[in-house]
């Protein structure tokens, strides 16, 4: 079997925004960070595994829109939230409302693992956290100051809406032909508290089963309403559609501009299809096919 | 166009553990809560407004695990979720972890109709229906002294599994061939806090869009895991199937005895299959198709 992954640092009216720092670094974090999960994969790690290590890897990069860097709830406080489904077992972790977990898609997994829940929020999922010795943070560590300004332009009307409803996320195929996804987000900018995305949601923002594995990223409540993750897996498994064309059909079926998504099936094929302008994303797989993306690109997958 | 109606009150090991008087109080709730809706639906009321007063009606009463007579979690209080979701204009609302909010349906549509959320959890979903004044009762205005004794039971490991993760539930198609649904519920008995079922999950307990409507009630995390409401919708869109069909194989689907879902298409066709030993529900429909059962029927959709 050949293993496959990709991670996803959000999705949005990107391309133009950026200053040259902030793509320079996007450009080098993001292979690097594949290539952690590369790593595993060649080690033999289980899809599972390498999902998780993937979200930690992304929610610890103050670039992206999870754990430090997430933006901040219309409070001036961050609320994180976090989910993970393990294709083989068809088993799923998930937690919202988190204000102190350091990590949140560690919790989510310790959900799946410990629990015979899927979905926890807080503060039960911080009770648990504690339990469980996972490391915690004051909520001010995860801001930082490019976040705190955008928050200000929310409050003042002048946000543009550029990639304030971001994600991060994984999919993994391992060399057992098992997949995983995993998908971690602060949220959007000026959420109310409480507002709970599509990122914690099984089936809404990430899915994986004996077929794929899909993390989605973008308009949040557009991916609730559609039901975006689900929606590829079934398409495979109904219409037999390649997954290319499956996570195409189903990003096509929403709004313009709703966002995009990285998916695996268990043949190790990958598939980043997008509709707002651009997808922070990287991919790597055990044939040798090594890439990382901004904007749209002729040639990757 | 002909419409349509269906409720659910739980599904489960329920028929042999029903005392008479507990039996005789469901079967007379059951219709006249249905007729409710019925009246609703002859003087053209929306497939939305009447799912919503159904999901009220069952919160209302007491015999069903949502509002008052919710089942209690491991601390002894109650947490309540729901949602709803409106076919026609693909808007969805749902709230979880409420304490005292008197009809969870009500701040999920409030929800719908007010923010551009779908999704909200408390305390903040909690300060949303202050705001918007919806009714509030202490916490322990739900508990009946039956729930009481099912948590004792519960924590002494006495527990049966019998009805403790029911939910209520309601799916309407209106005159002009509207869908909605719409599902409420105290969660499972012994919960941990924060834990979040099924019912308050777009995709999993509850789903409409331009074809079907659906309300789930059983193990609420393997609706979590199938995506059973959406999936639902998917084989009628993606495999041509009729409702009936589509609802009996996304059931069959998953493991034995998950429990059952309610169903109605834009062509007022209702389906309610379930794969536990019964499943409280009523049904009507312009028609003149009208009944109710507990247990396996032959006959009934």
């Keep these: 079997m050949v293993w496959a992954l990709a991670i996803h640092g959000g999705a949005g009216a990107i391309v133009e925004a950026l200053s040259d720092d902030h793509r320079n670094a996007v450009e080098q974090t993001l292979p690097r960070i594949a290539d952690v999960g590369a790593t595993m994969l060649r080690g033999g790690g289980s899809a599972i595994d390498v999902a998780e290590q993937l979200a930690v890897e992304l929610e610890e990069c103050e670039l992206f829109n999870a754990g430090r860097g997430a933006v901040l709830s219309v409070r001036g406080t961050h609320e994180l939230e976090a989910s993970i489904m393990d294709g083989d077992s068809g088993r799923a972790g998930a937690c919202c409302g988190l204000k102190t977990v350091r990590n949140p898609i560690r919790l989510a997994r ?42 200000d332009e929310f409050l003042a009307a002048e ?63 557009r991916f609730i309403r559609a039901g975006t993750a689900r929606m590829v897996s079934a398409r495979v498994e109904l219409l037999g559609e390649p997954l290319p064309v499956a996570a195409a059909a189903v990003l096509d079926s929403m709004p313009p501009e709703s966002g ?15 509709t707002s302008q651009g997808m922070y994303r990287a991919w790597a797989t055990g044939a040798g096919i090594v890439g990382h993306a901004i904007g749209p690109t002729i040639g990757g997958p």
């Design 260 to 274: 995009g998504l990285i998916a695996v099936d268990t043949g190790g094929v990958v598939a980043l299809p997008f």
């Design 110 to 151: 310790q959900v799946l693992e410990r629990t015979d829940h899927v979905f926890v929020a807080a503060p039960g999922a911080e009770d648990l956290a504690k339990e469980w010795q996972l490391p915690c943070v004051p909520n001010d560590w995860f801001t930082t100051d490019r976040r705190r300004r955008q928050l």
């Design 159 to 221: 946000q543009d809406d550029r990639m304030h409803h971001a994600t991060v996320g994984a999919v993994v195929c391992d060399a057992e032909g098992r997949v995983a996804a995993a998908t971690s987000t602060g949220g959007m900018t000026g959420k109310l508290p409480g507002r709970i995305g599509d990122a914690p949601m099984i089936g809404a923002g990430t899915w994986a089963d004996t077929r794929v594995a899909v993390s989605g990223t973008g308009l949040g409540e």
